[in-house]
């Protein structure tokens, strides 16, 4: 809590809410056959050489000498390219072939021919069934939806999630990887991409591999008596428009 008057300060305050999430994870193989998840792929991508990107998200003493964490407006910015690297590296890990070559061939005409194009942004639906996106606020989810080219089914968990618990930070992919659960989506084979962001600027996924089915209402998660609630309408964002 930033008891302070700074601007940029006492945003965080109003941003975040307080989450937790536990995970009892194994290595022996003898716990395969009571597991829900193998754990296929981790990522993280650090971009905080950056000046732009190190102080974006940045704790500090304000004027009186107050202790908060100030949020940059470059956020949003450095967010997105801090994405762009983490994409690239984990493209190869997860997606099909037929994605990589696109991916490839897109690479090869901007940076080794020169070719004034759009950047291909590979079809992430065709490697994962489900997505658990930080829900770090309305706009983020807005603009990984646009980015990602996902359609509303898949962010749902991440929507509700925001909705009924708030920005719980990196916790958040826990809770929305318990809505799939509670509503009986997830069935074996099923692959599962959680993905958050932190200061620094950080990014970083966990891919997993379901090993059974999960029947809607079998597990007990912060979500359990009241699932059948969800999903809510929530009414669009209003348009900025310059007057």
Same mark, same amino acid.
């Given at each position: ?27 022996? %193989? ?18 905080? &050489? ?16 107050? +202790? ?16 762009? +690297? ?35 942004? %590979? ?58 659960? &509670? ?47 969800? %999903? ?6 209003? +348009?900025?428009?310059?007057?």
């Amino acid at each position: 809590m930033y008891w302070g008057n700074n601007p940029s300060m006492l945003l965080v305050n109003c941003l975040f809410r307080m989450g937790g999430s536990a995970a009892l994870l194994s290595s022996h %193989p003898s716990d395969r056959g009571r597991a829900k998840y193998q754990l296929l792929h981790t990522l993280r991508t650090h971009v905080g &050489a950056d000046d732009n990107s190190y102080s974006c998200v940045f704790q500090e003493e304000d004027e009186e000498n107050k +202790v908060g964490v100030s949020l940059s407006k470059e956020l949003m910015n450095v967010a997105r390219d801090a994405l762009k +690297v983490h994409i690239t590296s984990l493209g190869p890990l997860v997606l099909p072939l037929s994605e990589k070559i696109k991916f490839l061939s897109n690479l090869i005409e901007r940076k080794v021919l020169k070719t004034k194009i759009e950047s291909y942004m %590979p079809n992430f639906k065709l490697a994962f069934e489900h997505f658990c996106i930080h829900t770090g606020g309305r706009a983020v989810l807005d603009r990984m939806q646009k980015s990602l080219e996902l359609e509303d089914w898949h962010m749902e968990p991440s929507r509700m999630t925001l909705y009924r618990f708030g920005n719980t930070s990196s916790s958040s992919v826990w809770y929305e990887l318990a809505y799939c659960e &509670a509503k009986g989506r997830v069935k074996k084979g099923d692959r599962v991409w959680q993905m958050a962001f932190g200061s620094g600027f950080k990014c970083n996924t966990a891919v997993w591999l379901a090993l059974n089915n999960i029947e809607a209402g079998s597990c007990r998660s912060a979500w359990r008596d009241e699932i059948a609630n969800f %999903p809510v309408k929530i009414d669009p964002l209003p +348009v900025k428009t310059n007057k």
